[in-house]
Every structure is written in structure tokens, then in C-alpha cells.
């Protein structure tokens, strides 16, 4: 496997359904990445796939989360991924995303789009998902502009 191609991302591939649904299309280059910061089972498992990357400046575009990971480091690599333009979306753990709620919350760019995924040592609770809390607040101010209850 050769980690130091970057993988055409799955936001590139949403850019033409937007497209082709008449929307206007998210722009991304051809070599957009998936960053990941997740404990290392979760981590492994997406390198496996393809998704790890490592420039020449030998910065990966994961971080491996243990007990030994401070919040600091977190925190950095989310401002990292989240600041760099090649990538197009970042994956964190649920849990991880708490120990930086702050930031994740306060995070409002649409690309990088932050999604939380679910452990396997910590299930998913989508009363704690940001994307899903935007949504919601979403539907109820649109309800309540159009006088539905």
C-alpha cells in the first residue's frame, strides 16, 4: 500500500451528485484528503482502506488517540486538519470530539466538513453530534418561520 499518494476523496464524488441535482458544486481539488483523529483500531482500519496519507514534510493526515494523547495534541491536529486546504473532510471519533466539544461546536467552515463517527469502545449518541444539533436547530427555526409547530 502506498501512503504517500493522496486518494481522491469522497467530496469530490458529492461535488457532481450537487451538481447533477442542480446545486452548485463544493470546490475541491482531485487530491482532497480525509483526515482522521481516532483511537488506533478506527485509525488502522481507514489506512487499510486507503485513506492515510503522509507529505513530504512527513505530516500524516491522522492522529492516533491513547490514553498518552493530551487534549493539547487533540486540539492541534484538529486546528491542523481543519486549517489545511487539502483536506476535505475529518473524521473524529464521538468521544474525542467531547474532549474538544469547544472547538467542534465552534467549527463552522463547510469544507473541511467535521464528521463524528462512533468507536468501537464507545457507542455513538446523536444526542452529542454537532452536525446532527445544527440540523435540528435547523428544521426548528424553519418550522417556526412558516408557522408550523
Known amino acids: ?9 469522497q467530496a469530490a464524488v458529492a461535488g457532481s451528485f450537487l ?4 446545486r452548485g458544486q463544493i470546490r475541491t481539488n482531485n487530491s482532497a484528503l480525509i483526515a482522521m483523529i481516532a483511537d488506533e483500531d478506527t485509525v488502522t482500519g481507514f489506512l487499510m482502506a486507503g485513506v492515510g496519507n503522509v507529505d513530504l514534510r ?9 490514553s498518552k494523547t493530551t487534549v493539547k495534541a487533540i486540539e492541534d491536529a484538529f486546528k491542523e486538519f481543519t486549517s489545511r ?9 464521538q468521544y474525542i470530539a467531547n ?3 469547544f472547538l467542534v461546536d465552534s467549527y463552522s467552515k463547510p469544507v ?6 462512533p468507536s468501537k469502545d464507545h457507542p455513538y449518541d446523536p444526542a ?7 440540523v435540528r436547530y435547523l428544521f426548528s427555526a424553519e418550522s417556526v418561520a412558516s408557522g408550523r409547530r
Open 128 to 134: 452529542h453530534d454537532s452536525v446532527l444539533s445544527r
Open 58 to 66: 512527513r505530516k500524516t493526515n491522522y492522529l492516533i488517540v491513547d
Open 1 to 9: 500500500m502506498d501512503f504517500d499518494k493522496p486518494v481522491r476523496s
Open 99 to 101: 474532549m474538544i466539544r
Open 85 to 93: 486546504e487539502d483536506i476535505a473532510v475529518v473524521l473524529i471519533s
Open 19 to 22: 451538481q447533477m441535482a442542480g
Open 112 to 117: 473541511p466538513a467535521i464528521l463524528e463517527i
